[in-house]
């Protein structure tokens, strides 16, 4: 089952973008999700993630105060909730299955069933 990843765009700094992360044909069934983004040139780094378990919540420093991960149970969806957008935002974003244990939460090998990306794009 792999995850897709949408909603991306291109907006304005300052500006807000909701991603979505659905697993195709099938239900969440790992650890939790987290979101990722590659800007061309750069290696994927991490965005933020949601384990099941306490519905903790984990932010990269570069994002935190801005984005909101969720997860809507009935939707069978993880959101990616972007506010105050900046030019250096501009990636394509992806989420994952994590399927490690907690301390792996922010590393990308720790990860399954990538999708396709969705592009974000920031202007200034």
């Known amino acids: 089952v792999q995850l897709q990843a949408s909603g991306g765009g291109l907006v304005q700094a300052g500006d807000s973008l909701r991603l979505s992360c659905t697993p195709s044909?099938?239900?969440?069934?790992?650890?939790?999700v987290g979101w990722f983004r590659q800007a061309p040139g750069k290696e994927r780094e991490f965005v933020a993630a949601i384990r099941w378990s306490g519905s903790y919540t984990y932010y990269a420093d570069s994002v935190k105060g801005r984005f909101t991960i969720s997860r809507d149970r009935a939707k069978n969806t993880v959101f990616l909730q972007m506010n105050s957008l900046k030019p250096e935002d501009t990636a394509v974003y992806y989420c994952?299955?994590?399927?490690?244990?907690?301390?792996?939460?922010?590393?990308?090998?720790?990860?399954?069933?990538w999708g396709q990306g969705t592009q974000v794009t920031v202007s200034s």
């Open positions: 994952a299955a994590h399927r490690g244990i907690l301390s792996t939460v922010r590393v990308a090998t720790s990860y399954a069933n």
């Open positions: 044909g099938g239900t969440f069934t790992n650890n939790g």
